[in-house]
């Protein structure tokens, strides 16, 4: 599994953990406890959630570097394609399609690797979202408790 899909899969998983209680609660009128005590889950609604996909988005971020990994400069087999054939968009290693990404200005990144970035500053942001959103609910918590 390759870092994309690993960062696909926590970005579910955060977005899951995040909405599952709300929807179960509002979207089918039912009470989250009677399917998370069994489970062993005893908070609803807590902090807690907030967290941990707080926490899975920031592991989704870290997942996105390096940025330059999508410009195609070696095959998966390793061989160098910076010296390829322009006409050819194959390997001449091993075969392979070889999609090139160059960028336009030199040091520069190419088109996916802009998409790439912005998304991985999108889930930086939201991250910490997240995270202050979870801190906010334990304050006012704490508050409350007083």
Not at 25 to 36: H, I
Not at 82 to 102: H, I, R
Not at 121 to 128: A, D
Not at 130 to 142: K, P, W, Y
Request: net charge positive; charged share 15%; hydrophobic share 50%.
């Amino acid at each position: 599994m390759n870092k994309k899909n690993v960062s696909r899969v926590l970005i579910f998983l955060a977005l899951a953990i995040t909405a599952f209680p709300f929807i179960l609660e509002y979207l089918c009128k039912t009470n989250p406890v009677y399917f998370l005590r069994p489970i062993g889950i005893k908070f609803m609604l807590d902090q807690y959630w907030f967290f941990v996909s707080a926490g899975l988005l920031f592991l989704a971020f870290y997942f996105q570097f390096p940025f330059k990994e999508e410009e195609a400069w070696h095959c998966s087999c390793g061989y160098d394609l910076s010296y390829m054939n322009k006409t050819s968009d194959k390997c001449p290693e091993c075969g392979q399609d070889a999609k090139l990404e160059w960028s336009v200005t030199i040091g520069g990144y190419s088109g996916p690797t802009k998409k790439r970035l912005l998304w991985a500053i999108f889930l930086f942001v939201g991250s910490f979202f997240l995270l202050a959103v979870g801190l906010l609910i334990r304050f006012i918590r704490q508050v409350a408790s007083v």
